[in-house]
Nanobody, 119 residues
Framework: QVQLVESGGGLVQAGGSLRLSCTASGRIFSIDDMAWYRQPPGKSRELLTSITYGGKTWYESDVNGRFTISRDNAKNTMYLDMSYLQPWDTAVYYC?????????????WGQGTQVTVSS
């Protein structure tokens, strides 16, 4: 089992920056991809960015160039550096770990951290 704990959310003014962290407890394997999702108020959860164990990244177009995902495998920690935040970035941000298996990915989720961007 893997447990994920996010931290770093809060209130920031438009144009500001925040860093989110996600620390995993339990064994992490080289087959584990990690990702950040967010769920804006009244909307569905959406994938923002992902990173493989080896560091290959993918970004959704709306955050590409503003957000940077990284991970420190030695610390079992993933980060999301967010800059030029805008009010529409307001959401609960979730950490995800997807463990590849023969039956498809096994997903683990953090509890979420609130990010609020004021105009």
């Amino acid at each position: 089992q893997v447990q994920l704990v996010e931290s770093g959310g809060g209130l920031v003014q438009a144009g500001g920056s925040l860093r989110l962290s996600c620390t995993a407890s339990g064994r992490i394997f080289s087959i584990d991809d990690m990702a950040w999702y967010r769920q804006p108020p009244g909307k569905s959860r959406e994938l923002l960015t992902s990173i493989t164990y080896g560091g290959k990244t993918w970004y959704e177009s709306d955050v590409n160039g503003r957000f940077t995902i990284s991970r420190d495998n030695a610390k079992n920690t993933m980060y999301l550096d967010m800059s030029y935040l805008q009010p529409w970035d307001t959401a609960v941000y979730y950490c995800n770990l997807a463990r590849q298996s023969s039956g498809g990915p096994i997903n683990f989720w953090g509890q979420g951290t609130q990010v609020t961007v004021s105009s």
